[in-house]
């Protein structure tokens, strides 16, 4: 059995291990495919050292089959097909006991404080997996979890037909985020910098802008008749971004957080008292945006073998971390079970 683990200073080791027998309340996973995100690659970075016990066995998305439960586990058997809501939280905080476990004030996001996904054989607690139907295949069910990121993002902007929504930051994400508003109803602007990335994004019938090119400003104000944005969603994580996008959402139209700020930002405040705005914060998922996010993929809402820009044996995750980060893929899965005779 291999496993795949981030040992510090930027490096991957893959390596042999023994499986553990599952406790009584686990289920052991055959892990078929890891999708790798930004947040893997900022844990490859050693941005998050502080945070992960190190080695860690990284991956969060992912879709495996179950191959042998706990004496207690009575809900799953070997063979049934899952995923994993990667969270785990304590329940008495004020977060949970407020119905907001989610978002949990000690959460457990497995794969980052606790081992995750990149490895042959995973035992998991039974109550994270999410049962997967026949409709959708082990290889677009790895893209669950970010779709039930978008869709979470989507649900908590209220988002509702035929108003304009603006998308700051054309990665998987964003992109996903535009493909279940679309499916609502919405009209989607998508601004992303990257030309390969605005290739693919035209290509599903969106309209991309380069906003280095354009005046977004003006841009956003033609297209909305001078109304302005009905949502913009920020999911660039850039300061520029967020000092400028504030310019274009309409009166008391909402600037939704999905990126990851690490950095405080500037911000113009004026324009939120003078328009009436509204920030609003959006993280992860509830177990609901997971069972919605399935639901997209199986319909076919979104488009997987167009987002999935290549599959890579467990033996490549290096190579895989290399071409997410020169900005050559979209998504990249790693396939755990195989691994190349290189
Ligand atoms: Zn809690």
Known sequence: MLQAQYVGDRKISISEYTPKNPEANEVQIRVSYVGLCGTDLHVVHGSMD???????????????????????????????????????????????????????????????????????????????????????????????????????????????PDEKIVIIGGGPIGLLIGLVARNIGAEVLIVELDS????????????????????????????????????VFEVSGSSVAVLNCIDLVKVRGKLIIVAIHGQPREIKLQRVF????????????????????????ASGVIPSEKIISAVLPLSKLTEAIERLEKGLAMKILIDVQQVSAE
């Open 50 to 160: 502080k945070r992960v016990d190190i080695p860690l066995c990284f991956g969060h998305e992912m879709s495996g089959v179950v191959e042998t439960v706990g004496s207690s586990v009575t809900q799953w058997k070997a063979g049934d097909f899952v995923t994993v809501m990667p969270l785990d939280w304590d329940g008495t905080c004020p977060a949970c006991l407020s119905g907001h476990q989610h978002i949990c004030q000690n959460l457990n996001f497995v794969g980052i404080d606790s081992p995750g996904a990149l490895q042959t054989l995973w035992n998991v607690a039974e109550n994270w997996l999410v049962r997967l139907p026949n409709s959708i295949s082990l290889l677009n069910a790895a893209l669950v979890e970010p779709v039930a990121v978008a869709f979470h993002d989507v649900k908590r902007a209220e988002v509702k």
């Open 196 to 231: 390969n990335r605005r290739e693919l994004i035209d290509s599903l019938g969106f309209k991309s802008v380069d906003s280095t090119k354009i005046d977004l400003e003006e841009y956003v104000n033609l297209w909305t008749g001078t109304k302005g944005a009905d949502t």
């Open 274 to 297: 003078w328009r009436e705005l509204s920030i609003i914060g959006v993280r992860v998922y509830e177990r609901t945006d997971f069972e919605s996010a399935i639901d997209l993929i």
